[in-house]
């Protein structure tokens, strides 16, 4: 008995081989007959909704897996025969259902693309999308979610979604293209990825990278519900993009229809800001040097406007929060909003609208006009801490503005050098020239850190000033604006000393003849009570109307002129005894000595002027 079972057993595992081999042998002559022919091309036609042609006959591979390989495939409108392919291979893999091909059905689980050619246009939505196929399973369930979430857009009843099995698609070596005037541009290049979609029922998801502006970009997203989504409705989804510019993910709920919309988590991080907006091709000055930038956010919004809600941003280390807004819909695209820092970078955040030169530099740095801007800004800032160079400011509230080629920076208040600043600067870049206009008002400072955070290194003021200066001019370059520039300074300042003025030294070398550098009688400092300075600026000279300073019962004035072109200097003064104020009838006395001060800025010589003595 044992030996009869043993010899049962044996036969049937052998009928089973010889079946199988049986049918591994019948397999290519029933799919040639039955599916390759006439069935393989008409069923992805089927489900694509695009007429789809093979340029040679499919080749048949059996083992490991029942596969077909499609050659030179293209995927057309119906109506538009004449037109370019919306979608073109070199090749197409497609794994087979072995079962399946014996009944004469095509059921397939894979198709891979390669070197595919996706044509693009747009649509009018938010992405620019293939020529619509009119039909096809796909588009049809994609009407029949439509019909689900008409029925009920709150809660739409996800158990009437078709439940067709669906499968993986590959992409190798892709590319998406989008008509141009003359020839086709290539949007996307070197496109890999992998879409799983067990059935249009399940949740999808896509793996993939690609090029984009020159970047490898590596791309990963799912969403719960991808039917409703295809359909015009909201669906959870997440998105992780990965590029050199910049990093991304996304986690909440989307729609992407023609009123696209978000509402979730997003973060992100650039390591450089100005190398993310060239990435994308958005407009920003020339020189800028705008450094890192991190964010997480509740972005909630459509395709014309969006707002990131409790912001958590870091730009080049210095951590701020706050609310953003993004218009999209309108003429300019515009970016506006509040953002709190406890600390910030005032000269780099500065130098994303206007480049500015170092403290002291003399380089001419461009002011180049760009083509017009592709956003504007309307921001509003505050910063418990702000540095502009070696200056620290502290309660800083400041606002910057950007409209087409009009850029504004204004420090509306912020304590600094010991008192309060306020400080603006507009740039209008209309034009071939750049006209730019300066303000600075400082109250109640230290006169001293403001002269050296200036670059002063001369005659430097220790006592509480307050300054004012307004300027305007225009030109390519900060040498040239300085040279036609325009406006006023003032000065007022208390009880203190000057630096680097010994006036006993500066009296004992007057008596002499000939000419002596300042830096002769700079050991010392001169005592003040008070000093006075106004002048007025002309196409880039300074006259100074007013410079007067009181020190010990002497009054110490001068007037003259200071061009900006060549750094020279032209002024006369006077060294003498403080005037009671009166009715003017009496004679002013005579000074203690007359001077001149010629030379370069990094360079004054004084020349003392003899007295006329009494006329004849």
């Known amino acids: 008995m044992p030996g009869t079972a043993a010899r049962r057993g044996i036969w049937a595992l052998g009928i089973v081989l010889v079946a199988s081999l049986l049918l591994v042998a019948a397999l290519?002559?029933?799919?040639?007959?039955?599916?390759?022919?006439?069935?393989?091309?008409?069923?992805?036609?089927?489900?694509?909704?695009?007429r789809v042609q093979l340029g040679d006959a499919p080749e048949l591979l059996v083992w490991p897996t029942f596969r077909a390989r499609l050659a030179n495939v293209t995927f057309t409108e119906w109506g538009n025969r004449a037109g370019a392919p919306v979608i073109e291979a070199e090749e197409i893999e497609i794994d087979l259902s072995a079962l399946a091909a014996l009944r004469g059905e095509v059921v397939f689980t894979r198709l891979k693309l390669v070197r595919p050619v996706v044509r693009v246009a747009e649509t009018g939505g938010p992405f620019p999308l293939p020529a619509s196929p009119g039909g096809g399973k796909i588009a049809q369930s994609i009407g029949m979610a439509r019909a689900v979430l008409a029925a009920d857009p709150a809660e739409p009843k996800t158990a009437a979604l078709p439940d067709d099995p669906f499968g993986t698609v590959e992409l190798q070596d892709g590319r998406i293209v989008a008509a141009g005037e003359h020839a086709e541009e290539a949007l996307v290049s070197g496109l890999n990825g992998t879409l799983t979609w067990p059935a249009l029922n399940r949740a999808a998801s896509f793996a993939g990278s690609g090029i984009w502006h020159g970047e490898a970009v590596t791309i990963e997203a799912s969403a719960a519900e991808p039917l409703l989504l295809f359909a015009g409705g909201n669906a959870p989804v997440t998105l992780s993009l990965e590029a050199a510019p910049v990093s991304a993910d996304f986690n909440g709920i989307?729609?992407?229809s023609d009123d696209a919309f978000l509402d979730g988590a997003l973060a992100m991080a650039s390591p450089s800001l100005r190398r993310l907006l060239e990435w994308t091709r958005s407009d920003i000055s020339p020189g800028s040097a705008i450094g890192a930038v991190e964010m997480r956010s509740k972005v909630v919004g459509g395709a014309r406007r969006l707002?990131?809600?409790?912001?958590?941003?870091?730009?080049?280390?210095?951590?701020?929060?706050?609310?953003?807004?993004?218009?999209?819909?309108a003429p300019m695209p515009a970016i506006s909003g509040t953002l709190a820092f406890q600390s910030l970078d005032l000269r780099s955040l500065l130098s994303t609208f206007t480049p500015l030169p170092e403290a002291g530099s003399r380089d001419a740095l461009a002011f180049e006009a760009p083509e017009p801007r592709q956003f504007d800004i309307d921001l509003r800032l505050s910063a418990a801490r702000a540095g502009v160079g070696s200056a620290n400011l502290t309660d800083v509230a400041a606002t910057a503005q950007v409209r087409g080629g009009l850029a504004t920076f204004d420090i509306s208040d912020a304590t600094a050098f010991g008192g309060t600043v306020q400080f603006g600067i507009r740039v209008d870049r209309a034009g071939?020239?750049?006209k730019v206009e300066l303000r600075l008002v400082a109250t109640d400072i230290e006169g001293g850190q403001l002269a050296r955070q200036l670059g002063v290194t001369r005659v430097v003021p220790r006592a509480r000033s307050t300054v004012s200066l307004i300027l305007k001019g225009s030109g390519t370059s900060w040498e040239t604006i300085m040279r036609n520039a325009d406006g006023s300074v003032s000065a007022s300042l208390g009880a203190g000393e000057i630096a680097g003025l010994d006036l006993a030294a500066f009296l004992a070398r007057s008596g002499r003849a000939g000419f002596f550098a300042l830096s002769e009688i700079a050991e010392g400092a001169l005592p003040i009570e008070t000093a006075q300075i106004k002048a007025s600026l002309s196409n880039g000279i300074a006259r100074i109307d007013r410079a007067e300073a009181r020190s010990g019962g002497r009054m110490i004035a001068l007037s003259g002129l200071i061009p900006f072109a060549g750094r020279g200097i032209a002024l006369s003064g006077t060294v003498g005894p403080v005037t009671a104020e009166?009715?003017?009838?009496?004679?002013?006395?005579?000074?203690?000595?007359?001077?001149?001060?010629?030379?370069?800025?990094?360079?004054?010589?004084?020349?003392p002027v003899p007295p006329l003595g009494p006329p004849d």
């Not at 009838?585 to 990094?602: N, R």
């Open 254 to 256: 989307a729609n992407i």
């Open 28 to 50: 290519p002559f029933f799919a040639s007959t039955q599916i390759v022919r006439d069935r393989i091309a008409q069923q992805i036609g089927t489900w694509s909704g695009y």
């Open 582 to 607: 009166g009715d003017g009838a009496a004679p002013p006395p005579e000074p203690e000595a007359a001077f001149f001060v010629g030379g370069s800025w990094s360079e004054p010589f004084i020349s």
């Open 307 to 329: 707002k990131f809600e409790n912001a958590e941003i870091a730009l080049d280390g210095n951590p701020g929060s706050g609310v953003l807004d993004v218009t999209l819909g």
């Open 432 to 434: 071939r020239d750049s």
